[in-house]
Each structure stands twice: as C-alpha cells, then as structure tokens.
C-alpha cells in the first residue's frame, strides 16, 4: 500500500482496484501564489452528480455540522472522555468555581466590617449609659442638697410648666405705680391719678440713654393725610383721662384741627376713635404733646405755642416764643414745617428750635405747663437741619441722624445739667423709612414715633452710672 502512495505522489494516479477506480494527484500554484495539492477520486456508487437537491443537500450536511458544534460548545458539551475534552471541560467548570469564589470572598468582608461596627455601637451603646447613670446620680444630689426631705418645693408638674413660662416682659410704669399706690396709700380714684401723674423722685431713676429697641407698631393711618402725624399719651393726665387714653392728629394738610381720643392704645389699632376735638386754631407739624390734660401746640404760621385744655375743649393760655424760627425757617432735616417742638420729660414741659442769633443751632427752652412762660434756655452746637427729629430724656436732649435710613442713630446728646454735648452711636431702627415724630413718654419709657403712616413704639434702656 505504501508503494502505491508512492506511486500516485511520484506518478500522479492510482488504480483502486476496479475498472475506471482511479485517483488521481495534482500539485500547482494557486491564483495567489501558494503551492496546492489537489487530490480527485471517482464516487464508486454514482455514475453522475445530480444537479436538483446537490447545493440544498450540502446546505442541509453542513447545517447538521453547525448543530452538532453547537451542542459541544454548549454548557454540556465539553468534557469528553479524551484528554482534550477533560482539559476543555475543566477550563470551563473552573471559571464559575473561581467567580463563586471571590462572590463569597466579599460577603465574609462585608460580614466581618458588620460585626465591627455593631461592636462599635455597643460599645458606645453602653458608654451613653454610664454617662446617663452619673447626670441621674448627679441631678439627684443636686435635688437632695436643695430641697432636702420635708421642706415644701416645686412640684415635677410645676417646673415643668415654669420652663413654658412667656417672654419676660417689664410691665408698664404706670401699672407698677398703681399697684404701689393701692398697696400702702389708699386713696380715691381721683387721688389715685394724681399721683399717678407725679412720679416720686425715688421712681424717677433717670439715666443716660444706652438702647434703642426695635420699633413695634401700635396702628396705621389709611389716608395720605397720615403720612405724617403725632400720636401720643398724657404721662399726668387729668381725670376723665388716664395713662392709657391715646390722642393722635394727622398732620397732613393746611387746616389740621382734628384731635382724635382713643380709650386705649387697641381702640387706635383698630382706628376707632371714641371722640374727635375740633381745635379753634389750626396747628402746624409734628411737634405737638400732651402733658397734665392739655394738648400744647404750634397755630399754624406763627411762632406761638398754646395750650388747648382737653376737659374744657378750649384754648386755655396762648404766648409768643421769642425769636423762634417757623413755617420752614429752622425745620428738621425733613422739612415739614418742624420748626417748633415741643417734648416732655421726668422733670416737665420742654421746647426745641432755633433762632437767627443762635444761626440754626439747636435751642432748648424749658416751659411753665401752665402759663407757657420760658423758665431757662440752653442754645447747643448741634445745627437743627443737620438731624432729623429730637427728644428729651431726663433732661438731656437726644437728636436722631437720619428719618430715612433704615439703620439711622442717635447720634448726639446735650446735657441741660453741665450745658455740654457728646456725640453717640446707638443703633436706631427706622422700619419704614420716613420718620416725622419722635417724642418721649416717662411714664412708659418708650419713644413714641410715626413711621411713614406707621404709629410705633420703641423700648428702650437707661444707663445709670
């Protein structure tokens, strides 16, 4: 056999051992180049090739090929029983082994950094609790050295309370001293508003301004004819009058007459008023007070001041002050016609403007509250259009910097006392940014101010050095 090989490589063919079974050999180049061998055997069983169903036929044999590598190179097909199928079958089962592996691998990670940190909070699980354990043992000793047994104490409900208790507020002067009154001199109603309007020197406890709170609003006007105004309270009012009856004026206009009463300071919230004064003369501006049941007031175009007694419902006294600028001469920085201001204290009746002597400059006049006579004067270096408003406070007149910026100051003081200025910086708050009245009331320890249609009312603090 192995010389027939021979033969067909070394002669080209080779007879198959029946009539025509031959085969035959070929070598040669192909299109490309490269050395074929081309090997042809007849089919010993056709005599020819059929043409219908050869190409289907070949299609269907390699189908049925593509099938059957398929199922080898399924999940089940390797691993054979040859030394190659092992090797396969091996290299396939190992990869999933190896992916289980590092699956498991990182949960036990997870399961030890678990472990760890449940160790942890017990840890500080059980610190938190001797921490608690010495506070209770702590409070206990505490409660034990101030409140031994059998001596009466708060109750666990009312210390409960007590820390729901509201804001402190310091009430009123006025109510302070009516309970003093009522306390250790009984007297009658009548008796008891005088004093009420008299505060005793040991209840004066004057100071020098530290603090200015933020305003808080009391009401607000609804007509353009309150944009500016004076809104006020009698701090020795005269009986039917009380501390709580407000008065208030819209100052808007050319014939401003109106006085409007109000019970309370809720009754001008709701703007309400219980009575409305008409004035016999027209006033000026924003520097009207009232003070021992009188309103004091500047007529309109002149430089008078008159006192218009609010039991009579007439003028009771009416002077000239000398000199004094009017109807826009000496304003505040405003304008407004606020030449002439009157303000009230501890120690009485007071009036702020300017002369030509002074040349702008601040002069302060105290006032006898009943006849309206000048009783001393002061003239300052502050110019009065160089601020916006002023006050008096136990004596010393205090100005404010600006009536529009919203963080204006009080910005200087004259002291009556020593007839010497300083300046300051106390923060004062203008809420809504036109400022056109600003008076003190002693009874209450406010400034009472309006507010671009706003009526407020600011705390305040007293130092006493």
């Known amino acids: 056999m192995l010389g027939a090989w021979l033969a067909l490589l070394l002669g080209g ?131 034990a050295a101030r409140c031994p047994p059998g001596a009466g104490g708060p109750s666990r409900d009312t210390l409960r309370a007590s820390s729901k208790a509201p804001r402190w507020e310091p009430e009123p002067l006025s109510y302070q001293e009516l309970k003093s009154e009522r306390t250790e001199l009984p007297a009658s109603r009548l008796l008891e508003e005088t004093a009420l309007g008299r505060p005793r020197a040991e209840d004066s406890d004057c100071g020098e301004l530290a603090w200015v709170g933020a305003p808080v609003v009391l009401g607000r006007a609804d007509t353009i004819a309150g944009k500016y105004g004076v809104w006020m309270k009698d701090p020795e009012p005269v009986a039917p009058f009380t501390r709580e009856t407000t008065w208030r004026v819209d100052t808007v206009g050319t014939e401003v007459r109106q006085l409007f009463q109000y019970e309370a300071a809720e009754q001008l919230a709701r703007g309400y008023p219980a009575k409305v004064h008409v004035l016999p003369r027209p006033l000026e501006s924003t520097g009207a007070v009232v003070y021992r049941g009188g309103l004091f007031f500047q007529p309109r175009r002149s430089r008078a001041l008159a006192r218009y007694d609010l039991r009579a419902e007439a003028i009771s006294a009416e002077r000239e002050l000398p000199g004094a600028g009017y109807h826009g001469q000496y ?66 007149l205090y100005t404010v910097s600006s009536y529009s910026a919203p963080n204006a100051t009080v910005n200087f003081a004259y002291d009556t006392a020593t007839g010497t200025s300083r300046t300051l910086s106390i923060p004062f708050e203008n809420r809504f940014q036109y400022l056109s009245m600003v008076d003190y009331n002693p009874a209450e320890r406010q400034l009472f101010a309006w507010d671009s249609y706003n009526m407020v009312a600011y705390p305040i603090r007293l130092s006493h050095a």
Do not use: H, M
């Open 13 to 143: 063919s080779l007879a198959l051992g029946a009539p025509g079974d031959t085969a035959l050999f070929q070598r040669a180049d192909d299109a490309g180049g490269r050395c074929t061998y081309t090997f042809t055997v007849a089919s010993p069983g056709e005599a020819s090739c059929p043409e219908a169903g050869g190409v289907a036929q070949l299609r269907a044999e390699l189908a049925g090929l593509a099938a059957r590598l398929s199922r080898l190179e399924g999940p089940g097909g390797f691993g054979g029983s040859g030394p190659r199928g092992a090797e396969v079958g091996g290299a396939w089962t190992r990869g999933p082994q190896r992916a289980a592996a590092g699956g498991c691998e990182e949960l036990l990670r997870d399961k030890e950094r678990l472990e760890e940190d449940k160790r942890r909070l017990e840890r500080e699980k059980e610190e938190l609790s001797r921490r608690l354990e010495s506070s209770t043992q702590e409070i206990a000793r505490l409660r």
């Open 331 to 396: 304003p505040y920085s405003w304008g407004g016609y606020t030449d002439i201001d009157l303000a009230v204290d501890e120690t009485g009746l007071w009036v702020v403007y300017s002369t030509d002597k002074a040349k702008g400059a601040i002069v302060l006049s105290k006032l006898d509250p009943e006849t309206l006579e000048i009783r001393r004067t002061w003239e300052t270096n502050i110019r009065k259009q160089s601020v916006a408003n002023s006050f008096v406070i136990c004596g010393t």
